[in-house]
């Protein structure tokens, strides 16, 4: 059986992730506190943000806003979006 966790995003008993994301503590917050659906759509969104905004990964302050929006995902606070990008259900 999967294991599940209250996801923060979705404030709602979801399946986990099978290990944490990354090291360290704030992969452990993410493996305990968010959901395998929230992580895989963290995912999508994060390439769409690194493809659109033309983020260099070796920059520091590349690194930095992509965790920033991250934490504002996972959280479900407001996040930035890819410019121009609307969503297939608002099409």
Known sequence: MSRTVFC???QEELEGLDAPPFPGPKGVDIFEHVSKKAWQEWMSHQTM???E????????SS?????????KF???E????????VPPEQQ
Not at 54 to 59: G, P
Not at 63 to 71: F, G, N, P, T, V
Not at 78 to 84: F, I, R, T, V
């Open 63 to 71: 690194r930095a806003y992509l965790s920033e929006q991250m934490m």
């Open 8 to 10: 923060r995003k979705y």
């Open 49 to 51: 943000l690194i493809n």
């Open 78 to 85: 407001e996040y930035d979006a890819a410019d121009g990008y």
């Open 53 to 60: 905004k033309h983020l260099n990964m070796m920059e520091p």
């Open 74 to 76: 996972l959280s479900g």
